[in-house]
């Protein structure tokens, strides 16, 4: 909720980078990325933002009332999710390891905040990682960090910073 509360990113998209990526279909572009954000913004800017703001505005002495308006706006992301699922088949089931799964998420995330002009910082690159800690245990979180410092900011080894860009492009 951090990634969506400072930095104004839409965490299901961020979530749906996790499940694609996790499920071996690589990292996605910036031009996929504009493909899940036209398919989805119209739903996320008219029914899902409207309902949070609703839900935010709501008195803590209407319990009740906000529960209510939360339950909506849940069900309202979950149809978001299914709508971002639907916009990118599955092209094949790939055997990846971990890292490379957790590149790839990384390389979505970038791409995103590429498309949405956000500012990748320290604290975005740790909320990201925390995210990635909890998908991928299997992982020393000392590796996570590494693999996203390394794809977050494009810094790579060995000086291939504009081959791995327009390669990633």
């Known amino acids: 909720l951090a990634l969506q509360n400072q930095y104004g990113m839409n965490v299901n998209c961020c979530l749906f980078?996790?499940?694609?990526?996790?499920?071996?279909?690589?990292?996605?572009?910036?031009?996929?990325?504009?493909?899940l954000l036209a398919a989805s913004s119209g739903w996320?800017?008219?029914?899902?933002?409207?309902?949070r703001r609703l839900r935010q505005q709501?008195?803590?002495?209407s319990q009740p009332l906000k529960q209510?308006?939360?339950?909506?706006e849940l069900a309202a992301e979950q149809v978001e999710q299914?709508?971002?699922?639907?916009?990118l088949w599955f092209i094949s089931r790939r055997i990846k390891s971990p890292p490379k799964k957790v590149a790839d998420i990384c390389?979505?995330?970038?791409?995103?905040?590429t498309v949405m002009g956000v500012k990748i910082d320290a604290v975005l690159c740790h909320h990201v990682q925390s995210l990635l800690c909890s998908a991928f245990p299997m992982l020393d979180p000392a590796e996570i960090a590494e693999i996203c410092q390394?794809?977050?900011?494009?810094?790579?080894?060995?000086?291939?910073?504009?081959?791995?860009?327009l390669l990633d492009l």
């Open 17 to 35: 980078f996790m499940w694609f990526g996790f499920n071996g279909q690589g990292g996605l572009s910036q031009a996929r990325v504009k493909q």
């Open 150 to 165: 390394q794809r977050l900011t494009q810094q790579r080894m060995g000086g291939v910073v504009g081959t791995q860009l």
């Open 82 to 87: 299914l709508m971002l699922a639907d916009t």
């Open 58 to 61: 709501i008195d803590l002495l």
């Open 107 to 113: 390389r979505s995330v970038l791409a995103y905040c």
């Open 44 to 51: 996320h800017d008219r029914v899902v933002k409207p309902l």
């Open 68 to 72: 209510a308006v939360l339950d909506e």
